[in-house]
């Protein structure tokens, strides 16, 4: 079993012991009167996408409090880092982590969170091109209240075909110059700051400058050109 496979199971583990709701009450203007039973008349781990996604959108603040939300989650985590809902969008379904204050639940699930997000994005920056894509991905994370340095740390590798191509595509359409483009970023968030700064501020062309001297491959030497080429055209002496 692979880390992320194992990093999913041990969050069902964790969270099984969260009771199954009897109901999940609802704003009446915003939820019909047991649409919960869909919901509920499986394991949690069995309810589809399609029928979970309403539930998700609506969960914390119209549709059920933190023990429903804690009761779906290991679900709702996995559906959204596999951008199986057509909406909402992943940046949103983790930002409901803040809104539930998982920081301060038990230290073993809090772990269990963790591992599950930072699985997801070792799982993400080794295959290329994912569902969601990369901007998505640490827009979400970022979204949980998560610092962003080890996350950072870890893409500074660059030792992955895929991890050089994730930078491109993150350098060529997530990023300005002047600002992170996900609508989803709350740039009042540290961790915008933190991978603004990342891209801006020098350890993004450090970590290309050195994967360009170790590599020996036409077609990455050329994404890393482009990334290094954007970066230091792009780059602001400060921000706004």
Same mark, same amino acid.
């Given at each position: 079993?692979?880390?992320?496979?194992?990093?999913?199971?041990?969050?069902?583990?964790?969270?099984?012991?969260?009771?199954?709701?009897?109901?999940?009450?609802?704003?009446?203007?915003?939820?019909?009167?047991?649409?919960?039973?869909?919901?509920?008349?499986?394991?949690?781990?069995?309810?589809?996408?399609?029928?979970?996604?309403?539930?998700?959108?609506?969960?914390?603040?119209?549709?059920?409090?933190?023990?429903?939300?804690?009761?779906?989650?290991?679900?709702?985590?996995?559906?959204?880092?596999?951008?199986?809902?057509?909406?909402?969008?992943?940046?949103?379904?983790? /930002?409901?982590?803040?809104?539930?204050?998982?920081? @301060? *639940? +038990?230290?073993?699930?809090? =772990? %269990?969170?963790?591992?599950? $997000?930072?699985?997801?994005?070792?799982?993400?920056?080794?295959?290329?091109?994912?569902?969601?894509?990369?901007?998505?991905?640490?827009?979400?994370?970022?979204?949980? /209240?998560?610092?962003?340095?080890?996350?950072?740390? @870890? *893409? +500074?590798?660059?030792?992955? =075909? %895929?991890?050089?191509?994730? $930078?491109?595509?993150?350098?060529?359409?997530?990023?300005?110059?002047?600002?992170?483009?996900?609508?989803?970023?709350?740039?009042?968030?540290?961790?915008?700051?933190?991978?603004?700064?990342?891209?801006?501020?020098?350890? @993004?062309?450090?970590?290309?400058?050195?994967?360009?001297?170790?590599?020996?491959?036409?077609?990455?030497?050329?994404?890393?050109?482009?990334?290094?080429?954007?970066?230091?055209?792009?780059?602001?002496?400060?921000?706004?």
């Amino acid at each position: 079993m692979s880390g992320w496979e194992a990093a999913k199971a041990r969050m069902y583990d964790v969270f099984g012991h969260v009771p199954r709701p009897e109901r999940v009450a609802g704003c009446p203007h915003c939820v019909e009167p047991g649409e919960e039973r869909c919901l509920l008349a499986q394991p949690v781990d069995s309810v589809e996408a399609e029928s979970l996604a309403r539930y998700a959108a609506k969960a914390l603040t119209t549709w059920g409090g933190v023990t429903e939300f804690r009761y779906f989650l290991p679900r709702l985590l996995e559906c959204a880092a596999a951008d199986a809902f057509s909406y909402p969008d992943p940046e949103i379904v983790f /930002g409901k982590l803040s809104s539930a204050g998982w920081r @301060a *639940w +038990s230290e073993e699930e809090r =772990d %269990a969170v963790t591992e599950f $997000l930072s699985e997801w994005w070792h799982e993400t920056l080794g295959h290329h091109p994912v569902r969601p894509p990369i901007d998505t991905v640490l827009c979400a994370l970022a979204a949980t /209240g998560m610092d962003l340095t080890s996350f950072l740390n @870890a *893409w +500074s590798g660059l030792d992955t =075909d %895929a991890s050089i191509r994730h $930078l491109h595509d993150f350098v060529m359409t997530g990023w300005s110059g002047r600002r992170l483009t996900n609508a989803f970023w709350n740039r009042d968030n540290p961790a915008y700051e933190q991978a603004f700064t990342w891209l801006a501020g020098g350890p @993004a062309a450090a970590a290309v400058e050195a994967a360009f001297a170790r590599q020996s491959r036409e077609d990455l030497l050329e994404l890393l050109a482009a990334i290094h080429t954007a970066i230091t055209l792009r780059s602001p002496h400060s921000r706004p």
